[in-house]
């Protein structure tokens, strides 16, 4: 006796079609059972004759289609399906065919990872030339403090000829010396200035340029 489908078998019939072409493009020598069940099932739809004996045949061919085709399932491969309009917001794409959302997920997982591979090549560029930039200090530290201890040096030398006189007192074979400390100091300073300018420049890229301007 004919009957109305229910929901879940109408549910079924409908996305078996999707299931089928999965399964005539993916799987070898396919059941010819499992169509002719199938096609027959969506034949007794269209014509109202559908009954408890085709519902039961139809159920155990979409069993065996489903056993066939593991591990996908109807859920993955509508996923493949092209529903989703591009947003009006796109109105440059207002001509463009729908896309399925795997290919949405795709687009969105691409922005992500080169939004993430962009800001991995900025930290980089920050981590090395930090790193860079500390060592240059470190050395130009130890070359400042080297070149300090050695001004205290020859200036505890010259103390004991020089003393308390003033430059025009001293002697003309004590100016070289003198000129001497006064080009060490110049370079000191100017190791100082190199110092202070990288720290900057260091403290800038560090901070995306917050520090820096404190700094002024």
Known sequence: ??????????????????????????????????????????????????????????????????????????????TNQKIIQPPKWKFWQKDAQPISRARQSAGRYLFLLMLLLSVTVVLSFLVTTTDRLNSEIQKLFETGNARAEQIMSELNSLEPTVGSKKFAEISADQHKPIDQLEKEFQELYYLVDQIAEKTKYMSRLATFGAAYDRLQ
């Open 1 to 78: 006796m004919a009957r109305p489908l229910t929901q879940d078998e109408s549910e079924a019939l409908t996305k078996s079609g999707i299931l089928l072409r999965f399964a005539a493009e993916n799987i070898k020598d396919f059941p010819q059972t499992i169509v002719s069940t199938i096609n027959a099932a969506q034949d007794a739809k269209e014509s109202n004759t559908w009954d408890q004996n085709i519902a039961t045949e139809f159920w155990v061919a979409f069993n065996a289609l489903c056993v066939l085709i593991k591990p996908v399932t109807i859920d993955t491969l509508s």
